[in-house]
């Protein structure tokens, strides 16, 4: 896992340990002068932010940051980031840190150049129609945790603050011009963020993969993604600095993000609304809530079980047998056993339920539920998942 590797499936895509230090050149290649380097207010003052800052400025870039992005993401940040592009006179941007980071500078993209509103994005909307002159600015993706695989899109989870509801923006238009793979900036993630976003990847994987339909290039990557998560997680949670888990990781990360462009599935639909309302860590809250998701999923699944297991090196196969293993590698990597545990109150489920069924992520679901299913599963949740 310490080779440099270059694709170009999805996207150009740079992996390696120490890329970050071709990221001057590249910009001259892409014909980046005056970037605007977005990242969230957690990862502001981290190293890897400066060390970026000085590799640009070597090569006589001008770039500014804009940091004001909250761990989930709120349109009206968004909207102060369109207001930094465009008073910076910038021509790109650079995305650098975690899912929030991911998203906030994706979504800036999507209006830095036009004068469409936000939610004029939203998934479920007819595409906007980008004009002469409007061209997305140059996006480059570069994450720092192993966990929201965002890096290969435009999609971009964004809180409606005055619905209190996540909705996925985006546009086919908007594809990053590299996205950057660099395992070393992920060894200094703590043990916690470490296990939340590995979390994140591995229900990233375990979602796509049930979605109904026959789309085996998406199938695919998200079995190759579970196999390098199951098998490099742990390893990277208790040695945090062992390169190879933390390289094997972000693969698995990635490809487990592209796998999700089949679709995703309850775990997220109510995980987005959690965090829209309680502004909860995502992966935390996805690990918590996919042990009660599965066992409402996983009847009738037993194919896609077996493959699943197999994936992970299991040799039991049943649901049962791969429903042990998902919790039993949540209990190593110390997930909290419900949601009540990270301060979701218990009368919130009927709520949550009801938002939750208008996500998009309701929709490819391998099993249609009902408002009082969604509701009893986050009643589970939040007393004891596991």
Not at 246 to 268: E, P, Q, T
Request: net charge negative.
């Amino acid at each position: 896992m310490l080779a440099a590797h270059d694709w170009d499936f999805p996207v150009p895509i740079a992996y390696g340990p120490g890329r970050l230090a071709e990221m001057g050149r590249r910009c001259i290649e892409l014909g980046i002068r005056n970037p605007l380097i977005v990242t969230d207010r957690g990862s502001r003052d981290l190293p890897f932010i400066g060390q970026l800052q000085s590799l640009l400025e070597d090569q006589e870039l001008g770039a500014t940051i804009f940091s004001d992005i909250s761990p989930n993401p709120v349109d009206s940040e968004i909207g102060l980031g369109r207001k930094a592009f465009r008073a910076g006179g910038h021509d790109a941007v650079i995305a650098i840190g975690g899912g929030s980071a991911m998203d906030g500078g994706k979504a800036i993209c999507l209006t830095a150049n036009n004068d469409h509103d936000l939610w004029a994005f939203e998934f479920e909307q007819p595409v906007p129609v980008i004009g002469q002159g409007e061209n997305f600015p140059v996006l480059i993706t570069i994450p720092t945790t192993a966990g929201t695989g965002a890096e290969t899109e435009s999609t971009a989870m964004v809180t409606h603050a005055a619905k209190g509801m996540k909705f996925c923006v985006w546009h086919p238009d908007l594809k990053p011009a590299l996205a950057l793979l660099d395992p070393e900036l992920t060894v200094g993630l703590p043990r916690t963020l470490t296990a939340w976003t590995g979390a994140d990847a591995l229900v990233h994987a375990i979602e796509a993969y049930l979605v109904p339909g026959f789309n085996p290039l998406c199938d695919g990557l998200a079995l190759e993604g579970l196999a390098l998560i199951a098998k490099w997680l742990p390893v990277a949670v208790e040695e945090p600095q062992n390169l190879n888990a933390r390289g094997g990781m972000l693969v698995g990360s990635s490809l487990a993000g592209i796998a999700f462009l089949k679709g995703l599935g309850m775990v997220h639909a109510i995980s987005h609304m959690v965090g829209a309302e309680f502004n909860t860590q995502h992966g935390l809250t996805n690990a918590i809530l996919l042990p009660v998701v599965l066992r409402f999923n996983l009847p009738g699944q037993e194919e896609k079980v077996r493959r699943m297991a197999q994936a992970m090196d299991l040799s039991d196969m049943s649901v049962e047998g791969f429903m042990a293993a998902v919790e039993t590698m949540l209990d190593q990597i110390e997930i909290p056993k419900s949601l009540g545990e990270i301060g979701v109150p218990a009368d919130c489920a009927a709520r949550i339920a009801d938002k939750a069924l208008k996500d998009s992520a309701a929709r490819t679901n391998p099993r249609v539920a009902t408002q009082a299913e969604v509701q009893a599963m986050i009643e589970n949740a939040i007393a004891h998942a596991r």
